[in-house]
């Protein structure tokens, strides 16, 4: 599957932003849909996962109660909303895509077969 994410930008803290990752090429419902980040000299974490059919998500402690992941498995994307946005939320954020569902490893990077390419969030103070 190949995926195509959006709706990065600068924005200022406190602000909500929607992030966008379209797939194609692949049976989207079948995948568990997972959002990463990367900022600056960070190594990649774990954002927050949303399973087949989008009844069940998981998230990092950092975003909890903040971000919320959502899924249109007719439109094959899935959704990112952000909001009160920090400046420590500042990076690239990646979509990636597993066709298989193993709940302890789904915050590892290597637990995905295909990425999207990234968008940029950056948050000012």
């Known amino acids: 599957v190949q995926l195509q994410a959006s709706g990065g930008g600068l924005v200022q803290a406190g602000d909500s932003l929607r992030l966008s990752c379209a797939a194609s090429g692949g049976t989207f419902r079948s995948y568990t849909m997972t959002w990463f980040r990367q900022a600056p000299g960070k190594e990649r974490e774990f954002v927050t996962s949303i399973f087949r059919n989008g009844g069940r998500t998981y998230y990092a402690d950092s975003v909890k109660g903040r971000f919320i992941a959502s899924r249109d498995n007719a439109q094959n994307t899935v959704y990112l909303q952000m909001n009160s946005l920090k400046p420590e939320d500042t990076a690239v954020y990646s979509c990636?895509?597993?066709?298989?569902?193993?709940?302890?490893?789904?915050?590892?990077?290597?637990?995905?077969?295909?990425w999207g390419q990234g968008t940029l969030v950056t948050v000012s103070s």
């Open positions: 990636a895509a597993s066709a298989r569902v193993i709940l302890s490893a789904i915050t590892s990077p290597t637990h995905y077969d295909s």
